[in-house]
């Protein structure tokens, strides 16, 4: 299974632009990129995710490489409520879907 | 739709006990997982299956067991619980489709005694 990498932790302000970065090296041409956020005594909660090209939605935008050995998930304006760890995590298309996720990314968010 | 549903959500159990954590889903979705999460770490997949009647291990499966007989159920079992499964436990579901989204149980705590 393809590994990401993404820094322990990140600091933002509140209304800041936050950019998390992901690295996928391996990645292979199947696997798609997605993005889940794990607030506090809560389950995973989908936030978005792409295959090549670049996306938005209402929570944030999904910015890929163009050889997409990296991503980048911008949240516009962050809150007090994006206060969560993100996970990057790479989902192939074979049979197997394992699921595998990394450590994430803790993002603490200042008033 | 109630989505993904766990119970209990918390549990005491004592060493050498068994219990199951039911899991049961209401999207009619093929992929159903079991993950663990210890505290300040991050998930871990137990088990995972890709439609009735299939089953797979994940990561860490050691200690557990497994069942799909409906599209919908995915209980997990602990045979002989020990100090080492204290964590909280999350089932997920999605269509299968790489593309599709994964969607989580809000969690059972377990805690072995």
């Not at chain 1, 936050?18 to 690295?23: A, W």
């Not at chain 1, 391996?26 to 909660?45: A, C, F, K, N, V």
């Not at chain 1, 996970?87 to 994430?104: A, H, P």
């Not at chain 2, 005491?12 to 009619?28: A, P, V």
């Amino acid at each position: 299974d393809a590994k990401t990498t993404q820094p322990n932790s990140m600091e933002s302000n509140e209304e800041e632009p936050v950019h998390l970065p992901c690295n996928h090296s391996t990645i292979s041409g199947t696997d798609y990129i997605h993005w889940y956020r794990q607030l506090p005594s809560q389950g995973p909660e989908y936030v978005i995710h792409g295959l090549t090209s670049n996306v938005n939605n209402r929570m944030a935008s999904l910015a890929i490489a163009e050889d997409r050995k990296s991503s980048t998930l911008i949240l516009h304006r962050a809150t007090l409520r994006d206060a969560a760890v993100y996970y990057c995590i790479l989902r192939d298309r074979g049979e197997s879907d394992k699921l595998i996720f990394g450590t994430g990314t803790r993002l603490q968010v200042f008033p | 739709n109630a989505g993904v549903t766990q119970t209990p959500k918390f549990r005491i159990l004592k060493i050498g006990q068994s219990m199951t954590l039911q899991c049961t889903q209401d999207m009619n979705h093929n992929y159903m997982y079991w993950y663990r999460q210890d505290p300040g770490m991050g998930l871990k997949l137990i088990y995972y299956s890709v439609g009735a009647g299939i089953t797979d291990k994940g990561e860490v499966p050691n200690g557990y067991n497994v069942s799909r007989s409906t599209t919908e159920d995915f209980p997990l079992r602990l045979e002989l619980a020990a100090p080492s499964q204290t964590s909280v436990y999350f089932c997920a579901s999605s269509s299968g489709q790489s593309g599709n989204t994964i969607y989580f149980g809000e969690g059972s705590w377990l805690t072995v005694v």
